[in-house]
């Protein structure tokens, strides 16, 4: 079993920036991805970003590129994302996400990320 638990989400403005951070904990050995996804109302849950642990390899949504970069310091127990120039978009909620050997997704509660106009 793994947890996880997000933090850093709140009030940002149109064009600003914030860090969401994940921290994982229990059988942190079997973890292979970390990542984001994030769910509008009414709306599909997305992937946003995710690292793969042992090598780095990162994968991103075509609308983050080059303006979301993730990071997990090397370590298979952290995540984080840095998230610039946001779009006053539907305030979608982002979710910590960390896939383990052979293929068990776990969820944070996820933490909501309004974007002021």
């Known amino acids: 079993q793994v947890q996880l638990v997000e933090s850093g989400g709140g009030l940002v403005q149109a064009g600003g920036s914030l860090r969401l951070s994940c921290t994982a904990s229990?059988?942190?050995?079997?973890?292979?991805?970390m990542g984001w996804y994030r769910q509008a109302p009414g709306k599909q849950r997305e992937l946003v970003a995710s690292i793969t642990t042992s090598t780095g390899r990162t994968n991103y949504a075509d609308s983050v590129k080059g303006r979301f970069p993730i990071s997990n310091g090397n370590a298979k127990n952290a995540g984080s994302l840095q998230m610039n120039s946001l779009h006053p978009e539907a305030t979608p909620v982002y979710y910590c996400?960390?896939?383990?050997?052979?293929?068990?997704?776990?969820w944070g509660k996820g933490t909501l990320v309004p974007v002021s106009s």
């Open positions: 229990g059988s942190i050995f079997s973890i292979i991805d």
């Open positions: 996400n960390a896939r383990s050997w052979p293929a068990t997704n776990y």
